[in-house]
């Protein structure tokens, strides 16, 4: 069943305190509710057309991992269930679908916690250049998309641009004090292990993602999405090939169209043809599905 994008999040007269590219978020005091769109963006410009279900399946997706975090890993989830959103929130998520998680409001951490368990994209790049990934030196001899026994930590923070700009384990500790952010690191390398380990499981690969913490009295919480398409790269196992960067189940595909057009960033973006927008959604609705082993459209219909 094909339903519309959901771009657009309103709830009459509220402004959210935040509009992102993808989420809208709205201020409940000690608590946020974050509103997942179905907004696209590539290269940080957010794309005309919205991918129907996209915020539904990002939003579920987290919701599953939260849930099946190995014991004692601390997260902002609070509930997925409108039933336990304030009015005029409860009766707003009608109109949204299964997009928004109510969450503890944190303290975010400006370093993000990127793991990478693969010689691939700008890491690859990287070890070209310079035998190592963000400073990290690396055996010799490595192909792209080789796999590291060893997962490395490799922060990033925002620059005045808003960009990501990698930045050293000892930078990290600069910015944010050394005790929290080796917490980080140690609690990033285990959530991708976790991670990779169940991908293994269901025919995909895992190959890096990016957390973000918050902090509260009690010390570093797992904040915003969690092992999606969007904060991370999935291979499906059977394409998966030393030597050259196998297909994924993120944005690729929208921006390979995108790259098709000559568009790269600058100027408006050409609108995206229904096919790939149908595409798009079938890879976060694949990808879903075989992360959680749940079929996406009988789990939509048994929620409304
Ligand atoms: N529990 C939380 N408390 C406070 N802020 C949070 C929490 N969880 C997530 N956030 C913040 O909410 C925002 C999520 O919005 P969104 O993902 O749309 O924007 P973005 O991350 O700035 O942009 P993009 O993901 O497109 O690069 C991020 O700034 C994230 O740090
Ligand atoms: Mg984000």
Redesign the pocket.
């Known amino acids: 069943m094909t339903t519309a994008a959901i771009r657009d999040i309103s709830v009459g007269g509220i402004e959210p305190i935040?509009r992102?590219?993808?989420?809208d978020?709205f201020d409940l005091g000690d608590q946020?509710l974050?509103v997942t769109s179905d907004r696209v963006?590539a290269y940080d410009v957010v794309l005309p057309q919205g991918i129907p279900d996209k915020g539904a399946i990002l939003t579920q997706l987290t919701r599953w991992w939260l849930d099946k975090l190995p014991d004692g890993i601390r997260h902002?989830m609070i509930s997925t269930d409108p039933a336990d959103f304030p009015e005029p929130f409860r009766s707003a998520a009608q109109d949204w679908g299964p997009r928004a998680m109510l969450?503890?409001?944190?303290d975010?951490i400006a370093v993000e916690c990127v793991v990478r368990g693969y010689v691939v994209g700008s890491g690859w790049k990287d070890y070209q250049a310079t035998g190592a990934i963000c400073g990290i030196p690396l055996a010799a001899g490595l192909r792209q998309a080789d796999r590291l026994d060893d997962p490395i930590f490799t922060p990033a923070a925002k620059n005045h641009e808003g960009h990501d700009e990698n930045i050293s384990f000892e930078a990290a500790c600069d910015l944010v004090g050394g005790d929290l952010m080796t917490q980080l690191r140690d609690l990033s390398v285990q959530i991708f292990s976790h991670g990779r380990d169940h991908a293994d499981r269901c025919g995909l690969i895992l190959a890096d993602t990016k957390f973000?913490f918050?902090v509260d009295s009690e010390g570093p919480?797992l904040?915003?999405?969690v092992l999606t398409a969007?904060s991370s790269r999935y291979w499906p196992a059977d394409q998966y090939q030393v030597g050259i960067s196998p297909p994924s189940f993120d944005k690729q595909y929208v921006r390979d169209h995108l790259a098709s057009c000559g568009w790269t960033g600058d100027g408006s973006p050409p609108d995206l043809p229904d096919e790939v927008v149908a595409g798009t959604t079938a890879r976060y609705q694949e990808l879903f599905e075989r992360v959680t082993g749940i079929n996406w459209e009988t789990w939509k219909e048994q929620q409304s």
Do not use: N, P, T, Y
Not at 20 to 23: D, F, H, L, S, T
Not at 103 to 106: G, I, R, T
């Open positions: 935040l992102g590219k993808v989420r978020i946020l974050l963006s902002h969450v503890q409001k944190l975010m973000e918050g919480v904040a915003d999405e969007d």
